[in-house]
């Protein structure tokens, strides 16, 4: 029962996928840098890093943590940049010295910030200068030790770095002032290092690559402990899916999506590093009309986004004069697929667009639609390589074939489980079953198609927004008796969140002062779209609030 879409469908199961072909993570980038050392890793802003500088600027990175900063490998190091060349760079640098990654949002609050840091006890962060006075607020209170500055020019060579970084700073007033006495700026940190030779760690299957953070099933943002099989797993089981249809050495794919978000790390960052693809990076995918700007001054042959953004960039009056000939696959994660934004892409760029499905837990990718023109727009497709797929009752019993219940996952890409968290990695787990809290269907020939989902999260364009969170901070405010939030469809981000809220009486809060209030402690995307002012919320007998009243009224 639990391996129907096996049975059903072998013609199309994909083979298994050997996790043994490499060691650790950086045995791919090895592999790349050897094969295809000359042609361009990512570009970004007009600038192009080829695979061996790549190769050499992270060695210089690495000598610099371990020979100036003297972290061994299992220390903890926080990545808060946006998508530029620094990035990858840092990424595989401190990989090399075997440090443990803690994905960070540049955009998140002080607040998020310092749980962050508290929670996965980083002790060294790499940050973009224009995010830097956020950190001088909460830096006495976390176990930050070492500040790595950078800047966006870097890496764009002279004059155009420097053009940059002054425009940015002085003309469009980016960069807010900042006080972080003994910090380094990665510019210098790369030149230290280049001084002085490092040592690679023995890193094993084992070993924690990554504490990438998330709302889970439930509660507040935790760390999904991701080992370096959970990731080589991922990419082989992705490079299975693609390698018939794209070329080894020729690729450029797109990527909008920010490396510290788990799709754009494993996907873009590492399955497409095995077949030497270029990485076209986004800096600001918001700024649609600079988008699209790029993507007409580049050869692109792939992309990876979700729903609004694909959605967005055709809304643009300029996106259909783009040249898509070269366009092979597009790859659609991280929130649902709309049907008329699949079937319209088709429809301009004459190309596929696919949607897959994924959780941070699973390093991400679990099902996605095959690329041989059998997709079912809808659906979020089958199982990769080496994966499991169960529907599942409340007692993790598996349900027939068309019966609703939870999708439910096993495979080598599945998490050792949450960070310091043993009560709540149980809880999530049916055995080596990963409860995923999704509702899905299963049809007869192994597609599944997620229905809803059984948790209350709110999923805003394919970012987890978690309902406990946004009302702890509304209901800090001495004016809020009580407060819930719910998500409510939006044609632009796919749902929002809305709050609803009882007052004390004689406040003079409204709608507006009670976003501007959520505002300085949450982080844009979780701020409540709408807020409604109630005498009352439901309740339960028992007197929890009953949220599922509240998005159907």
């Known amino acids: 029962m639990e391996k129907i879409w096996l049975k059903n469908y072998s013609k199309n199961t994909p083979p298994h996928i050997d996790v043994n072909q490499y060691s650790n993570i950086l045995d791919i980038l090895d592999e790349s840098v050897k094969t295809y050392s000359k042609r361009a890793s990512y570009s970004c802003m007009g600038k192009e890093l080829s695979y061996s500088q790549l190769d050499k600027n992270s060695d210089h990175f690495a000598s610099f943590l371990q020979n100036d900063l003297g972290l061994k490998k299992g220390d903890k190091i926080a990545i808060q940049i946006p998508n530029t060349l620094a990035y ?11 440090l443990i990654i803690v994905s960070t949002n540049p955009l998140y609050t ?41 800047r966006l020019g870097d890496f764009l060579g002279t004059p155009k770095g420097a053009v940059v970084n002054f425009a940015v700073k002085y003309i469009k007033k980016l960069v807010p002032a900042y006080n972080l006495p003994n910090t380094y700026m990665l510019s210098s940190a790369l030149k230290s290092g280049s001084a002085k030779s490092f040592t690679r760690p023995n890193i094993t299957h084992d070993d924690t690559a ?18 370096h099989k959970n990731l080589i797993a991922n990419m ?37 590093l095995k077949i030497g693809a270029t990485n076209l990076l986004i800096t600001n995918p918001r700024d649609i009309k600079g988008f699209i700007k790029i993507l007409k001054k580049n050869y692109f042959s792939a992309m990876s986004g979700v729903n609004t953004l ?3 960039l055709m809304n643009h009056e300029d996106f259909a004069s783009l040249d898509f000939s070269n366009l092979k696959a597009s790859i659609a994660g991280g929130m649902a697929l709309q049907t008329s934004v699949a079937l319209r892409w088709k429809e301009i760029t004459q190309s596929l667009i696919v949607e897959g499905y994924g959780l941070t837990e699973a390093s991400p990718v679990v099902c996605i639609n095959p690329l041989d023109g059998t997709d079912r727009v809808g659906t979020i497709g089958l199982p990769i390589s080496s994966t499991e797929i169960m529907i599942a009752d409340e007692n993790g019993n598996a349900l027939p074939v068309g019966q609703e219940g939870e999708i439910c996952v096993r495979g080598p890409q599945i998490m050792r489980g949450y960070w310091k968290r043993p009560e709540e990695t149980a809880k999530t787990f049916f055995g080596d079953w990963l409860r995923t809290g999704d509702v899905a269907i299963m049809d007869n020939d192994g597609f599944c198609k ?23 901070v509304a209901s800090s405010h001495d004016e809020i008796i009580e407060c819930a939030a719910v998500g409510v469809k939006d044609e632009h981000s796919g749902e929002v969140v809305k709050l609803f809220v009882v007052l004390k009486p004689g406040s003079t809060l409204n709608q507006k002062s009670i ?6 402690q949450l982080v844009a995307y979780k701020v409540p779209k709408t807020v409604e002012i109630r005498d009352e919320l439901p309740k339960s007998n028992v007197g929890k609030i009953l949220r599922r009243h509240l998005r159907e009224s």
């Open 210 to 227: 990554f504490l990438q953070y998330t709302g889970g099933t439930t509660g507040v943002s935790k760390g999904a402990e991701l080992t």
């Open 236 to 272: 082989l089981q992705v490079y299975e899916w693609i390698k018939d249809k794209l070329e080894p050495g020729k690729e450029v794919i797109v990527t909008p999506l920010p490396l510290y978000h788990i799709f754009s790390l494993s996907v873009n960052a590492l399955c497409f």
């Open 450 to 472: 997620i229905v809803d989902r059984m948790k209350d999260m709110i999923l805003v364009s394919g970012f987890n927004v978690y309902p406990n969170e946004v009302e702890e």
């Open 310 to 312: 694909y959605n967005a």
């Open 88 to 98: 990858p760079v840092v990424l595989f640098g401190a990989l090399k010295a075997g």
């Open 110 to 150: 002080e607040r998020e910030m310092e749980h962050q840091f508290n929670d996965s006890g980083a002790t060294t962060l790499v940050i973009l200068e224009n995010f830097a006075h956020k950190l001088e607020v909460v830096l006495p209170d976390t176990p930050i030790k070492n500040v790595i500055v950078t």
């Open 515 to 520: 976003r501007e209030y959520c505002k300085q």
